[in-house]
C-alpha cells in the first residue's frame, strides 16, 4: 500500500504577524447557538499570530461602559465553549451606542488598551452600528484629543479602526451569505420536535400547528417544512392569496382521505395574508377544526430554538468564519472598507460588509411594498430553489392534469445506507410523478434489480420518507458487472428510460460499469444519474454527500459527551476511531467540530516521531487548566498503527500525567434520523436531478425511443465549491484513485492545519483561496445561473 503525499501549501498566513496589534470580540443583538465557536476561533487564532486578543462582554453596551467588561483574553478562557449555546461572553442591546456620545466613550475604552481591530458577531443592525463606529472613528479621537482624555501619540497609533463582521442569527436573514451562524442549529431544535410530535399525531390522527420564529424571515418556517414533509406552511415572503382556508382544508382533508394520519402545518411568527392580516396558529387551529373537526393542537416553539448545543454545521461555520475574520484584520489596511465574512456554497469569503447591509435592507423594502416576488428573489437562489422544491414536492395534482409523459424512470439505492437517502427518493419520485413520468422502485440495489425487484411506487408510497433513516427501499453493495445481461432484461421488461442511482463509492462504480457497458447493451444507453449518499464523504466530484451530515453530528454528540467525562475524572485522554474507509472526512472535520486535539488519518501519514511528539503536546496541556485530551482516529489512518496500539503507547508514554481510553464508535455513526441539512439536501439535490433527467430524456428521444450514448448522458450531480454541477462519470475517474476508493484531491485537507492551530499547534495556514475581497453584486449575477446554489 503506497503511502500518499503530504499536502503542500502555497501561501501561508505566518507573513501576516499580529504582533503589536490588539482584536477584540463581541457578540451583539439576539444570540445564537455557534456564536462561542466563532469566538473561540478569533481568540485561538488571534493569539497564534502573537496578538493580543480581549473579550467585550455584554456586547456595545460593554464597550460603552468599559472596565471589566474589555478583558484580555488567554488560550485556556476558551477551553470548553465549543458545545455550548448561546454566547458566554453575553449579548445586551444599547440604547447608549446609539448616540454619538456613547460611541465617544466606547473609542476611549479601545484606545485605552489600544484596541483597533474589532470583530463583531451580530445581526445586520449590530454590523450596521460597527461599520458607523468606524467612519466616525476619526472624528471620534479628534474629540477626545481635543477634550484632553488621550494624548496625539495615543491619537496617532490608534488612527484606524479595523472592522470585520459575522452574522450571527438563526433567521438566516442576512443577505450575501448562504447560512448564518446558528441557523442550522436552529433547523435541529425545530425537526427534533416535529419528529416527537409526528410519533404522537399518527397515534392520535391528529392534525398540528407549529409556530416557529422568523418575524421577518420565513427561511426557518420554509425549510423546516421543506425537511419534514409539511402539509402547509405560511411565511412573511409568500402571503396566501385569497381563499387559502378552503384550499389548505380541502388539501387536509384529501390526506386524510388517503389514510395519512397526521398533518403538519408550520408557521412562521411573522406570517401575513395578501392584505398585511397576520396569520396565527390560534386562527388555523380554529378554523381547522370548524371546517373539518379534526382534532387539533397548536405548538409554539418559540426560544426553544435559540437554545441548545450547537449543531457540527454551525461548529465548522464558525470556526471557519472566525480565522478568517483574524485573517481579515491582519490583512486590513487604512483604506481597506469593512467586511462581513460569509459562506457561499462551501467556501468562507469576504463581502463589503455595507453592500450586504443595503442588499438586507432592500428585502425589507419590497416587503414594505408588498412586492413578495422580488423579496423572495432578493433573498438569494437558495431561498427561490428551496421555495420551488416546496411547491414541487407538496402541491399534489390530479392525474388530468399532470403532463403526458411516456417515460419510464427508476430510482434505487447503492452501497451502505446514509441517512437522507428516503428524502432523496421521496423527492425524485413526486417530482418525477409531477413531471408526468412513471416511476419505479428498485428493491436491494444492483441486486434487487437483476432479480426483478422492481414495482411501480406512486405519491403516497413515499408519504413520511423525509425523516426516515437508513434506506427503506433496502441498498446492497453488489456491483452491476456480473449480471449486467439479467439487468439490461430488466430494463427492457419495464421499458425503463432513465436510472437514478443514489449511493456512495459502489455508486459511482456502478453508474461507470453501465455506462462502459453501453457499446454492448443498448438498454443502458438512458440517461444515468448519481447522487453521491454516503457518510465517508469519499466521492469524486462532490464536496458534499448527503447522510454524512447527519454522520458527522452523531460523532460531535458522542465526543462532547467523552470530553464531559474526560473533564469530570481530569488528566484523561479519549482516543476515538472513526468510521470512513480511507477517508478521513469524518475524522477531519469532526475533530474541528469536538475540539479534538491531535486526529490521524491515511491522507496524512504520521510516524512513531509524530505519536511521540503528540503525546508530549497532552502531556503539557494537562499541566494548565484544560486537563483532558480527544484524539480521533480513522479506521484505516494506518495498518500498524492501530486504535489499540495507540492507545497503549499513549498510555504507556503518559503512565503518571494521565491515563487513556478507548472508544471505537463502529455503526452508530450510520444510523439516526436524517439531520435538516442532508433532509434538505437531499430532497433538493434529488429534485435537480430528476429535472435533469427529463431534459436529457427528451432530448435523446428519437424513433419512438429514448437513445443517450454520449459521455454527458452519465453524470454525477455534485457540489463544486459555489455550484452544483452535473459531471460526466467518465471524466471523474481521473480524479479517483479507486485502490483506496477516495477522490486524488479532497477540499477538506486544507481545513487540517485550521484544527492544529485551534489545538496549539505549531502548524501552517493555507490561505490561497482567501485574503480577497469581493463584491455582492458578482455573487447576485452567480445565483442567476440555474446550476449554482442548491
Not at 232 to 243: A, K, L, N, S, Y
Not at 253 to 282: F, M, Q, W, Y
Not at 313 to 338: C, K, N, Q, W, Y
Request: with cysteine.
Amino acid at each position: 500500500m503506497s503511502a500518499p503525499k503530504r499536502q503542500d501549501t502555497r501561501k501561508l498566513f505566518e507573513n501576516l504577524s499580529g504582533h503589536g496589534k490588539s482584536i477584540a470580540v463581541l457578540t451583539s443583538g439576539g444570540d445564537a447557538q455557534g456564536m462561542n465557536a466563532a469566538v473561540r476561533a478569533v481568540v485561538r487564532m488571534g493569539i497564534y499570530v502573537g496578538a493580543k486578543v480581549y473579550f467585550i462582554h455584554e456586547g456595545y453596551q460593554g464597550m460603552v461602559d468599559g472596565g471589566d467588561n474589555i478583558k484580555e483574553a488567554s488560550w485556556e478562557s476558551v477551553s470548553s465553549m465549543l458545545q455550548v449555546g448561546g454566547t458566554v461572553i453575553g449579548s445586551a442591546r444599547c440604547k447608549a451606542f446609539r448616540t454619538r456620545e456613547g460611541r465617544l466613550q466606547a473609542a476611549l475604552n479601545l484606545v485605552q488598551k489600544s484596541i483597533t481591530n474589532l470583530c463583531v458577531i451580530g445581526g445586520d443592525g449590530s454590523l450596521t452600528g460597527a461599520n458607523l463606529f468606524r467612519e466616525e472613528w476619526s472624528g471620534l479621537l479628534d474629540e477626545l484629543l481635543q477634550k484632553g482624555a488621550i494624548s496625539e501619540e495615543a491619537a496617532r497609533s490608534n488612527s484606524a479602526l479595523h472592522i470585520v463582521g459575522m452574522v450571527g442569527s438563526i433567521d438566516n436573514d442576512f443577505c450575501g451569505t448562504d447560512m448564518t451562524i446558528g441557523t442550522d442549529s436552529a433547523l435541529h431544535r425545530i425537526i427534533e420536535v416535529v419528529d416527537a410530535i409526528m410519533t404522537t399525531a399518527q397515534s392520535h390522527q391528529r392534525t398540528f400547528v407549529l409556530e416557529v420564529m422568523g418575524r421577518h424571515c420565513g427561511y426557518l418556517a420554509l425549510v423546516s417544512a421543506l425537511a419534514c414533509g409539511a402539509d402547509w406552511v405560511f411565511f412573511p415572503e409568500m402571503p396566501p392569496e385569497d381563499g387559502w382556508e378552503e384550499n389548505m382544508c380541502q388539501k387536509l382533508s384529501e390526506n386524510r382521505a388517503d389514510k395519512k394520519r397526521l398533518n403538519i402545518i408550520i408557521v412562521a411568527e411573522g406570517a401575513i395574508d395578501c392584505h398585511n392580516k397576520p396569520i396565527t396558529p390560534d386562527y388555523i387551529k380554529d378554523l381547522v377544526v370548524r371546517n373539518l373537526g379534526f382534532d387539533t393542537r397548536v405548538t409554539i416553539l418559540g426560544h426553544v430554538q435559540r437554545g441548545g448545543t450547537p449543531s457540527a454545521f454551525d461548529r465548522i461555520l464558525a470556526s471557519r468564519m472566525g480565522v478568517e475574520a483574524v485573517l481579515a484584520l491582519l490583512e486590513a489596511s487604512p483604506g481597506t472598507p469593512a467586511c462581513v465574512v460569509s459562506l457561499v456554497g462551501n467556501q468562507a469569503v469576504r463581502l463589503p460588509l455595507m453592500e450586504c447591509v443595503q442588499m438586507t435592507q432592500e428585502v425589507h423594502k419590497a416587503m414594505d411594498e408588498k412586492k413578495f416576488e422580488d423579496a423572495v428573489r432578493l433573498r438569494g437562489r437558495s431561498f427561490e430553489n428551496n421555495l420551488s422544491t416546496y411547491r414541487l414536492l407538496c402541491n399534489r395534482k390530479a392525474d388530468s392534469e399532470l403532463p403526458h409523459s411516456s417515460f419510464n424512470v427508476a430510482v434505487l439505492n447503492v452501497g451502505a445506507p446514509a441517512a437522507g437517502m428516503n428524502a432523496a427518493v421521496r423527492s425524485a419520485v413526486r417530482v418525477g410523478i409531477t413531471e408526468g413520468h412513471k416511476m419505479f422502485a428498485v428493491s436491494d440495489g444492483f441486486e434487487g434489480f437483476y432479480k426483478g425487484q422492481i414495482k411501480e411506487i406512486k405519491w403516497g408510497d413515499v408519504g413520511g420518507w423525509t425523516g426516515q433513516g437508513g434506506s427503506l427501499l433496502g441498498t446492497k453493495r453488489t456491483l452491476p458487472g456480473k449480471h449486467l445481461e439479467q439487468i439490461a432484461q430488466q430494463m427492457a421488461l419495464h421499458n425503463i428510460n432513465a436510472l437514478l442511482v443514489i449511493g456512495g463509492f459502489e455508486a459511482l462504480e456502478s453508474v461507470l460499469q453501465l455506462y462502459e457497458a453501453r457499446e454492448h447493451f443498448e438498454e443502458f444507453c438512458v440517461p444515468l444519474c448519481m447522487l453521491p449518499a454516503t457518510i465517508s464523504n469519499n466521492v469524486p466530484g462532490t464536496d458534499l454527500s448527503i447522510g454524512a451530515d447527519t454522520s458527522l453530528n452523531a460523532l460531535v454528540e458522542t465526543c462532547d459527551r467523552i470530553k464531559q467525562s474526560a473533564s469530570g475524572t481530569k488528566r484523561r485522554v479519549f482516543i476515538i476511531e472513526t468510521m470512513g474507509g480511507y477517508c478521513g472526512y469524518l475524522a477531519t472535520v469532526g475533530g474541528l467540530a469536538a475540539g479534538a486535539d491531535t486526529v490521524y488519518i491515511y491522507e496524512e501519514p504520521i510516524d512513531i516521531r509524530d505519536l511521540q511528539g503528540n503525546v508530549e503536546h497532552l502531556t503539557e496541556k494537562m499541566k494548565t487548566t484544560i486537563q483532558r485530551g480527544l484524539v480521533l482516529r480513522n479506521e484505516n489512518c494506518n495498518e500498524n498503527f492501530t486504535t489499540d496500539f495507540i492507545y497503549q503507547l499513549y498510555s504507556e508514554e503518559g503512565r503518571g500525567v494521565f491515563d487513556c481510553r478507548k472508544n471505537i464508535l463502529g455503526h452508530m455513526q450510520q444510523g439516526g434520523a436524517p439531520s435538516p441539512f442532508d433532509r434538505n439536501f437531499g430532497t433538493k439535490v434529488a429534485a435537480k436531478a430528476v429535472q435533469w433527467l427529463t431534459k436529457t430524456m427528451k432530448e435523446s428521444y428519437k424513433g419512438g425511443r429514448v437513445f443517450a450514448n454520449s459521455e454527458d448522458s452519465a453524470c454525477l450531480l455534485g457540489m463544486r465549491r459555489r455550484a452544483m454541477v452535473f459531471q460526466p462519470v467518465a471524466q471523474l475517474k481521473q480524479e479517483t484513485d479507486f485502490e483506496h476508493r477516495i477522490p486524488k484531491e479532497q477540499w477538506w485537507l486544507k481545513l487540517r492545519p485550521l484544527m492544529k492551530i485551534l489545538a496549539k499547534y505549531k502548524t501552517s495556514y493555507d490561505v490561497s483561496d482567501s485574503g480577497q475581497l469581493e463584491h455582492v453584486g458578482r455573487f447576485r449575477a452567480k445565483e442567476g445561473d440555474p446550476s449554482t446554489a442548491i
